[in-house]
């Protein structure tokens, strides 16, 4: 691996020229042609044969390819530059073709739906259909539930400028966070992406006063947020009612191939891990000097050096971890460091957070982050490159087949961090960095116990309220600090109330409750580590036939096949959750035990 690597990704090999492409241009253009000959096919009437159906199959799946290349595009382009007003522009346009093909698509199921189950099962099984059977037949009773496809459309056109756009208008509230810092002398004013890694500081001080400015920024924008929340729940609660979904979680469970007992018994066996990460907590607040740590220390770093990891260092690292258990993780890595996939620099302007995005017709991947050479960089890095490994074990299948969901999207890219985490454990004796790690991995299990736990419970009673009306930002602050202390037992000595306007995933308008399926990818991929440790070299070969089925089963059928285990049941996120929290004994002790 070369030194002095890139930490800008290139675009230009995707579509040259940004937000101004020709290329791009054209690829949107032949992509519109491509939904609207297949929508005027779909709209007319009468019972389609299997001829008919086998050629719209293909043709869909070539523009579903076609349009989450153009998303992903349209994506990074506001991501690397929030104030980019023409890629805003370009959102629009993509979206306008999404709901063209989601109307496509709906007149295609309910094609799918009118053929006789006889008829339906052959045609299925053809050479043609057969790797796409299970989705097919999904999309086939999915649409029994829905509106009737002129409703449906309706919905959809109406989404962009409603729905859609205002998840979009998000992103402009975030583009306003600008927090005055002043570092090295100079007075600087740093983006919300900027100042979020400032909340990791290993200097106290530093998060104390970011913790304050934090609040303070996200408070001076809660109104604006509160109305942004209030109608993409309103709008997603209107058009749930008109399908007859009394529970806002029947969506988010059916995109995630998962069953109300599994969501059920995982959290249930979630509940068990609260006391050891409690004196966990307890432990690392001593080590600050403090009773309990408040909300911005619980991801800070142990340790007063604040030792930086260069971001060529990190690559090396990762690479070194992923290489002893697959080296097709490594060749991956390698690539997406070397054809430069990663935006990392750290600059103001972009978009906060991370995420990895697919370009299936370029078959290549993206990665977005903000690297400031924290330990919590490096995981993150980690964290989306097992997203990109992923998408390169199902590039070669069907584009349904590619359409694993984020449950099992999640598995893969916390099984990745958790390589990188064992690896550097190993080989790392004793004193205070052997604290570091372990308070790193904690602060994954406090992350997806804790942390995703009170968003879930947030939404979930955001959910509840907003069927009754609007909330305001102040009960939404009430909202928030109550499901805070429930999920981390109120073991906090301050919260964070504007954590509903400050965190992205709320306003997500692909996927509703971004949430659970974090914990569940956490809790599923410790239980597949416990798997390979037991099993040895040849389990890398079972980990990717597992990864490459994601898409083509629901997460019980494929936690049966491959692990032989019942996740409706929970003897299995039991053993997952002792083993996230088996640590515990180990940081106390080193830390300075309890006193």
């Known amino acids: 691996m070369s030194q002095a690597l890139s930490q800008t990704w290139d675009l230009d090999a995707i579509f040259a020229g940004g937000s101004e492409s020709p290329a791009f241009a054209s690829f949107l253009a032949e992509t519109d042609a491509l939904v609207a000959g297949l929508l005027g096919e779909l709209t007319?009437?009468?019972?389609?044969?299997?001829?008919?159906?086998?050629?719209?199959t293909e043709r869909l799946q070539q523009a579903q390819s076609r349009i989450r290349q153009a998303d992903s595009f349209v994506g990074c382009l506001s991501a690397q530059r929030m104030d980019d007003r023409k890629a805003v522009a370009l959102t629009e346009k993509v979206q306008t073709l999404s709901a063209k093909f989601r109307q496509a698509s709906d007149r295609f199921d309910v094609k799918l739906a009118e053929l006789p189950e006889d008829r339906f099962e052959r045609w299925a099984r053809e050479t043609a259909q057969s790797p796409v059977a299970f989705p097919l037949r999904e999309r086939r009773d999915a649409i029994r539930e829905k509106l009737p496809p002129e409703q449906e459309a309706l919905a959809s056109e109406?989404?962009?400028?409603?729905?859609?756009?205002?998840?979009?208008?998000?992103?402009?509230?975030?583009g306003r966070i600008s927090i005055p810092w002043e570092e090295n002398g100079q007075q600087k004013q740093l983006s919300a992406g900027q100042a979020a890694n400032r909340l990791e500081s290993p200097n106290p001080q530093v998060r104390d006063e970011m913790g304050k400015l934090w609040e303070e920024a996200w408070a001076s924008e809660s109104d604006l947020c509160a109305d942004t929340l209030n109608r993409l729940a309103g709008f997603r609660l209107k058009l749930y009612a008109r399908r007859g979904w009394d529970d806002p979680l029947h969506e988010p469970l059916k995109m995630n191939r998962?069953?109300?007992?599994?969501?059920?018994?995982?959290?249930?066996?979630?509940?068990?891990?609260i006391e050891p990460l409690k004196r966990y907590l307890?432990?690392?607040?001593?080590?600050?000097?403090?009773?309990?740590?408040?909300?911005?220390?619980?991801?800070?770093?142990?340790?007063?050096?604040?030792?930086?990891?260069?971001?060529?260092?990190?690559?090396?690292?990762?690479?070194?971890?992923?290489?002893?258990?697959?080296?097709?993780?490594?060749?991956?890595?390698?690539?997406?460091?070397?054809?430069?996939?990663?935006?990392?620099?750290?600059?103001?302007?972009?978009?906060?957070?991370?995420?990895?995005?697919?370009?299936?017709?370029?078959?290549?991947?993206?990665?977005?982050?903000?690297?400031?050479?924290?330990?919590?960089?490096?995981?993150?890095?980690?964290h989306e490159l097992?997203?990109?490994?992923?998408?390169?074990?199902?590039?070669?299948?069907?584009?349904?087949?590619?359409?694993?969901?984020?449950?099992?999207?999640?598995?893969?890219?916390?099984?990745?961090?958790?390589?990188?985490?064992?690896?550097?454990?190993?080989?790392?004796?004793?004193?205070?960095?052997?604290?570091?790690?372990l308070d790193e991995r904690l602060q994954n299990a406090v992350s997806f116990f804790m942390n995703i736990r009170a968003r879930f419970l947030f939404e979930t009673r955001f959910y509840a309220g907003r069927k009754e009306g609007m909330l305001e930002a102040g009960?939404?602050?009430?909202?928030?600090?109550?499901?805070?202390k429930e999920a981390f037992g109120d073991a906090l000595g301050s919260w964070h109330p504007h954590f509903w306007a400050s965190k992205l995933h709320f306003y997500l308008t692909d996927v509703p409750f971004y949430n659970f399926p974090y914990t569940f990818g956490y809790l599923f991929s410790t239980g597949l580590a416990a798997v390979g440790e037991a099993e040895g070299p040849s389990f890398g070969k079972r980990y990717d036939r597992l990864l490459?089925?994601?898409?083509?089963m629901t997460v019980e059928q494929l936690a049966s096949k491959h692990l032989g285990v019942d996740l409706s049941r929970g003897d299995f996120w039991e053993s997952a959750v002792r083993r996230a929290v088996a640590d515990v004994d180990r940081f106390v002790s080193?830390?300075?035990?309890?006193?």
């Open 590 to 595: 080193l830390a300075g035990g309890a006193h």
């Open 386 to 437: 097992g997203h990109a490994y992923h998408s390169s074990l199902v590039d070669g299948l069907q584009p349904f087949a590619q359409d694993y969901a984020m449950n099992v999207a999640e598995t893969a890219s916390t099984f990745a961090e958790g390589l990188v985490s064992d690896a550097l454990l190993k080989r790392t004796a004793s004193g205070e960095a052997l604290l570091g790690l």
């Open 158 to 174: 109406l989404a962009i400028d409603g729905y859609q756009g205002w998840g979009e208008h998000y992103q402009t509230i975030v």
């Open 258 to 273: 998962m069953s109300r007992d599994t969501l059920d018994a995982m959290w249930q066996a979630v509940e068990a891990g």
């Open 475 to 484: 009960q939404l602050n009430e909202l928030m600090t109550a499901a805070q």
């Open 282 to 382: 307890a432990a690392k607040a001593r080590r600050f000097g403090k009773m309990k740590p408040d909300w911005h220390d619980v991801y800070a770093p142990i340790g007063e050096d604040g030792e930086k990891i260069g971001y060529d260092e990190a690559a090396k690292l990762i690479r070194e971890a992923f290489e002893p258990f697959s080296p097709g993780m490594a060749k991956l890595a390698d690539r997406a460091f070397a054809e430069r996939w990663i935006e990392a620099e750290d600059r103001p302007g972009k978009r906060p957070g991370g995420f990895c995005t697919d370009f299936p017709v370029s078959r290549q991947t993206r990665i977005f982050m903000t690297y400031s050479g924290t330990p919590g960089n490096v995981s993150t890095l980690a």
């Open 548 to 552: 490459e089925d994601t898409a083509l």
């Open 44 to 56: 007319g009437g009468g019972q389609a044969d299997e001829a008919a159906l086998t050629g719209w």
